[in-house]
């Protein structure tokens, strides 16, 4: 069975970095799909970033490219997202996502696209 946590949320001033982690397990093959998502109170889920585990393609949205940085840790089967140059518009619940697909080597899947999904975790940039 599939498992996602993420951790390492929390509160931090516009400018600031916060480093998310999402643990998974449950997956027999070492590549598959990744990405993270977030969503603000009364907005629709947005797709932030995505990552191949094996080739280890990427894609971002535009609204975080060279801000943010997805990046996936075989060896402890732990998924990340640097944070940088946080704004006040970054505040969301984060979500980490997962599928044995590979659409993700493609671009950016949409969140309809993914099987699996973490509890998320808040992040709040203040101004």
């Known amino acids: 069975q599939v498992q996602l946590v993420e951790s390492g949320g929390g509160s931090v001033q516009a400018g600031g970095s916060l480093r998310l982690s999402c643990a998974a397990s449950g997956f027999t093959s070492s590549w598959y799909c990744l990405g993270w998502f977030r969503q603000a109170p009364g907005k629709e889920r947005e797709g932030v970033a995505s990552i191949y585990t094996g080739p280890g393609n990427t894609y971002y949205a535009d609204s975080v490219k060279g801000r943010f940085t997805i990046s996936h840790d075989s060896a402890k089967n732990t998924l990340y997202l640097q944070m940088n140059s946080l704004k006040p518009e970054d505040t969301a619940m984060y979500f980490c996502?997962?599928?044995?697909?590979?659409?993700?080597?493609?671009?950016?899947?949409?969140?309809?696209?993914?099987?699996?999904w973490g509890q998320g975790t808040q992040v709040t940039v203040s101004s």
């Open positions: 996502a997962a599928d044995r697909g590979a659409l993700c080597v493609q671009r950016l899947p949409a969140s309809s696209w993914y099987q699996y």
